[in-house]
Nanobody, 125 residues
Framework: QVQLQESGGGLVQAGGFLRLSCEVSATTSGTYAMGWFRQAPGKEREFVAAANWNGGRTAYADFVKGRFTISKGNAKTLGLQMSSLKPEDTAVYYC???????????????????WGQGTQVTVSS
């Protein structure tokens, strides 16, 4: 069983930055692929960024490339550094995890097994 807890969301002006964190609690050992997703009101949940177990392999949605950076601090933390934020980045951001081989990462919503409760990010214009 894996539990995920996001933190770091908030209100920021356009052009600003935020850092999200995801704390991982696992009752069983193993390696996990991890990712960040977001969901804006009235829209489907969408992929933002993903990383393999040690964070050495990463992937990003086109709309965040060059602005967001995913990082894997250790086995228990996942970060998302967001800069040059835009009003269209406003959404609830979710951390997700999936048991996986150590070199694998995944970008699909339905690939992931475990989800956090989400943290609100609001970017004002």
């Amino acid at each position: 069983q894996v539990q995920l807890q996001e933190s770091g969301g908030g209100l920021v002006q356009a052009g600003g930055f935020l850092r999200l964190s995801c704390e991982v609690s696992a009752t069983t050992s193993g390696t996990y692929a991890m990712g960040w997703f977001r969901q804006a009101p009235g829209k489907e949940r969408e992929f933002v960024a993903a990383a393999n177990w040690n964070g050495g392999r990463t992937a990003y949605a086109d709309f965040v490339k060059g602005r967001f950076t995913i990082s894997k601090g250790n086995a228990k933390t996942l970060g998302l550094q967001m800069s040059s934020l835009k009003p269209e980045d406003t959404a609830v951001y979710y951390c997700a995890a999936k048991p996986a081989l150590s070199h694998d990462y995944y970008t699909g919503v339905y690939d992931y097994t475990y989800w956090g409760q989400g943290t609100q990010v609001t970017v004002s214009s």
